[in-house]
Every structure is written in structure tokens, then in C-alpha cells.
């Protein structure tokens, strides 16, 4: 039998956790203080339903970047940039309600039209399955919050009025979004550009885990995004961490120097698309 056992692959590659910990250890370093931080904030008492989704959404960031961890260190970058791709859209809509409260509503509330939507993709023997009492509570909902989704007699496909781009432009990252959240985009959906993205030039053939392809990258933009978005909700439940916010911050920048990533507002990196396998 040739190849790794099928366990293996399961559990990853132990052989990659050394050098990938040793080539990144500036990153890992700094970790355990962020989710440590992260953690005492998010046990601060807060009232208000902006302050408790965002919390939520910050709690999402976390496990996300843990998750961004396990791949990294196991050499599966293409995959770790797909979760990567997440947070940063989490991150957008964390910036977007802190600075916007009263647009949680809309977020909490799209929620309805989703499941109306999904609703309506049943067949009538789905639907006749489901209690009849929920499925009239969730079309009184759905008439109560309707109207304030559309316009001109179409309802928009989104919680927000302003698209993703917009809400990335307001945060300053508009150039992240057209680069690094563009490559994510098509790492997640799989378009031919995916293919040429994990294409590894030397070898003239795919990036196999366990590969070092991307892993920067990936680290660069999960931990990133996880500290921009910490900032965000301290800022908005106004407790006095600036000191160790700061402190974060510069060991991100150092660890980002360290790996030869841009250290730019947007944090960008060196690699582009077509140097992936380079």
C-alpha cells in the first residue's frame, strides 16, 4: 500500500507541526495574548442586542481562527484561506454594526426572510411535515419585516444596504478586498482560477497537503482580522484596553515583517496570484 494511511491524512501531518511552528513561531507567540485578551473581553457584562450579536460574531472570529491554526499547521493552506475568507466578511460586519447599531435589527432580522426563502424551495410533502403553528408564526414574521427589505417591489438579497465591497471600503480595506478576499473567493467557489491559485510552478502540478503554499498568507489575514475586530468591539463596549491593543498590535506587524508580509494599513502581502507557486 503506497501513500499515507488514510488516518493519517484524517489527523493531518505531524511532521509538518515543527517547521511550520518554527518558520511562524513570531505568530504563535502572539496568539495564546490574543485569544487570551479576547476572552477577558468577551466575559464583560454588555446590554443591548448590537453589543450581544457582535460579541457573537467576535466568538465566531475565534473558533475560525483556531480552525485557521489546525490547517496551518497540518500544511493546508488553500483550505485554511477558505475560513480565512469568512472571518474577513465577519470582521466587515462587525466594523459595519459597531459603527451602526441600530443596522442590527436588520441583520438579526434577515434572518426570517431566509427562512422563508428556504420555505418556499420545499416540496409540499416538506412542508407538510413541519407544525402548522410554526409555519404561520414564521409568515407573520416574514409580512411584519417584508417592507423594510424591499424596494420597488424586489427584495434585496442581502441583511445590509450596503454591499461587502462598500462595507470593507469604509473600513479601510478596500484593497484587501480586491486582492487577497478575490483570491479566497475563488479558493471557496472552486472557479478555474482555484486551480491556477494551488497550482505549484516548480512541479508543474497541484499544491498536495502537506504543502507550505499560502500558509503565510493565511496567518497574515485570520489573525489580522481577529485583532482589527477585537479593536472594533472594545471600542464599542468601551473598556480601557488601549496598552495592551497597542501591544498586539505591534507584535502583529513585527511577526508580519518576520515572513516578509507588507506591512501596510490593508496589510497586504508580496505574494500575488500568479507567484503562488513560486
Request: hydrophobic residues 40%; glycine residues 6%; aromatic residues 8%.
Amino acid at each position: 500500500m503506497s501513500g499515507p494511511h488514510p488516518i493519517t491524512v484524517i489527523a493531518g501531518f505531524p511532521e509538518m507541526w515543527g517547521p511550520v511552528f518554527q518558520e511562524y513561531k513570531p505568530f504563535f507567540a502572539t496568539v495564546e495574548k490574543l485569544v487570551s485578551l479576547h476572552n477577558r473581553v468577551i466575559r464583560v457584562p454588555v446590554e443591548g442586542q448590537a453589543q450581544q450579536v457582535v460579541g457573537g460574531l467576535l466568538r465566531l472570529m475565534t473558533n475560525d481562527y483556531g480552525a485557521v491554526l489546525a490547517l496551518v499547521m497540518n500544511g493546508y493552506g488553500v483550505q485554511a484561506m477558505k475560513i480565512v475568507r469568512s472571518m474577513f466578511e465577519a470582521e466587515c460586519n462587525i466594523h459595519y454594526l459597531t459603527k451602526n447599531p441600530d443596522a442590527v435589527n436588520d441583520y438579526v432580522d434577515f434572518n426570517v426572510i431566509e427562512r422563508k426563502n428556504l420555505y418556499d424551495l420545499m416540496d409540499d410533502k416538506q412542508k407538510s411535515r413541519l407544525d402548522p403553528a410554526d409555519v404561520a408564526s414564521m409568515l407573520a414574521e416574514y409580512d411584519a419585516v417584508a417592507p423594510r427589505f424591499t424596494k420597488i417591489g424586489k427584495l434585496r438579497r442581502e441583511w445590509c444596504e450596503k454591499t461587502l465591497y462598500q462595507r470593507a471600503e469604509a473600513v479601510g480595506l478596500k484593497e484587501l478586498y480586491v486582492t487577497i478576499y478575490r483570491w479566497m473567493c475563488s479558493m471557496h467557489h472552486a472557479d478555474f482560477s482555484s486551480i491556477v491559485y494551488s497550482h505549484d510552478a516548480s512541479a508543474d502540478d497541484l499544491h498536495m497537503a502537506p504543502s507550505h503554499a499560502w500558509l503565510d498568507q493565511a496567518l497574515v489575514n485570520a489573525h489580522g482580522s481577529l485583532l482589527r475586530a477585537l479593536h472594533h468591539y472594545v471600542d464599542m463596549i468601551n473598556v480601557s484596553l488601549e496598552s495592551e491593543m497597542q501591544e498586539l498590535a505591534t507584535e502583529y506587524k513585527e511577526a508580519c515583517r518576520s515572513i516578509g508580509a507588507v506591512n501596510s494599513e490593508t496589510q497586504s502581502m508580496k505574494s500575488k496570484p500568479e507567484q503562488a507557486g513560486g
